[in-house]
């Protein structure tokens, strides 16, 4: 495949890179359609993303830092290049940070949590199909060694500098099931938003989905980098995949208490004046009504 896309004089462009700022773009523009179907307010949902995104970024470039300090002191220059190197943690890592900030920018704008990770999923799940399509560019998360016709064959030395890819070998293209996959549950969740019972079913929807991808694509991946776990039954990833599915599944629980999302009050419990009879009446309707 080809881990560069092209080069400006001496700049490389890589693949991966180019791949994923396309989907965080398209990710960006898409949470704008998705909260004005909400309700929300397009331009805080925006800037949760941004800041969301910088953590994240920021997070990963930590990482990385931390994983390689002892080689970036002998070879400070390094530094520059450290962008291009790809690590089985990196996904986690910015997955993690991404999410605390933007629960914390949603606290922050006074944004409803429920409703504003259902206006996320969608975007999410597109961004991460771009992801995976650079990652197939890339080689990074390369698939085992397999003899289908539609196998592919990494050859460029970069690929093996950057990410550990085997070299002339057919492998899976595991990266190219995963991005399906997750372009499929955007198409889903995008058609879904306008049918939800209550806020949160996207967000535990989009749980689900992705877990059960990560989980029935990791099949196919190499497991170098990726951890063991019962004897080699499950990877790393596998163990988070389960836990997103069963995270979603709690989510997707019909919740008690008042509605969430604007233009719907909350309403309360009141006991009517004939005994056992039980009415719900919104805040402000009993003393208009006694004023009328």
Excluded at 140 to 150: A, L, P
Excluded at 243 to 264: D, F, H, Q, T, W
Aim: glycine share 12%; aromatic share 8%; hydrophobic share 55%.
């Amino acid at each position: 495949m080809h881990p560069v896309l092209f080069h400006i004089g001496a700049i490389l462009i890589p693949s991966y890179g180019a791949a994923a700022a396309i989907g965080v773009l398209l990710a960006l523009f898409l949470t704008q359609r998705t909260a004005r179907l909400a309700g929300l307010n397009a331009g805080h949902v925006w800037n949760l993303c941004v800041v969301s995104l910088f953590a994240a970024l920021a997070a990963q470039r930590l990482l990385l830092v931390t994983i390689n300090l002892r080689d970036l002191r002998h070879h400070p220059s390094w530094l520059l290049t450290l962008a291009m190197v790809h690590h089985p943690l990196l996904a986690t890592t910015g997955a993690l940070a991404g999410a605390g900030a933007a629960a914390l920018c949603a606290r922050w704008q006074k944004l409803p949590l429920w409703s504003t990770a259902d206006v996320l999923a969608a975007p999410l799940a597109l961004g991460l199909a771009f992801e995976q399509l650079g990652t197939l560019l890339a080689g990074s998360g390369y698939g085992i060694e397999t003899g289908v016709r539609w196998a592919v064959t990494y050859n460029h030395p970069l690929a093996a500098m950057w990410s550990g890819t085997p070299l002339g070998v057919p492998l899976q293209p595991v990266q190219a099931y995963a991005a399906l996959a997750f372009l499929t549950l955007s198409v889903f969740l995008l058609i879904w938003q306008r049918a939800m019972k209550q806020p949160g079913d996207l967000a535990g929807l989009w749980l689900m989905g992705t877990g059960v991808a990560v989980y029935i694509t990791e099949l196919w991946r190499d497991t170098v980098g990726r951890g063991a776990l019962l004897g080699g039954a499950l990877d790393g990833p596998q163990v988070g995949a389960i836990v997103m599915v069963l995270a979603g599944a709690l989510v997707l629980l019909e919740r008690k208490g008042p509605i969430e999302g604007p233009g719907v009050p909350p309403f309360r419990r009141i006991e009517g004046e004939t005994a056992g009879r039980v009415a719900f009446e919104a805040p402000g309707e009993k003393d208009e009504a006694a004023h009328g």
